[in-house]
């Protein structure tokens, strides 16, 4: 199974899409940007989950696919 994340960066200014919590697999300016694209990489690997991040790193929604 891959783990997914929506994770602020370190000053919330972008929005960053990890996989395994470790490797950057892209940027948004957007959350509602890095969230859809998130969505669509745990699609496309099920079984897979998704976990959103809010501004202080607290996980507010999980997903499974």
């Known amino acids: 199974m891959k783990f997914y994340s929506v994770t602020p960066n ?3 200014t972008a929005w960053i ?8 697999e892209s ?3 957007a959350k ?5 694209k998130a969505r669509e990489l745990a699609q496309e690997n099920t079984p897979s ?3 959103i991040l809010d501004n202080e790193h607290n996980v ?6």
């Open 10 to 12: 370190q000053d919330v």
């Open 17 to 24: 899409v990890k996989l395994e919590d470790v490797a950057p």
């Open 27 to 29: 940027e948004f300016e």
């Open 32 to 36: 509602d940007d890095a969230i859809a």
């Open 49 to 51: 989950t998704l976990s």
């Open 60 to 65: 507010v929604k999980k997903e499974r696919f």
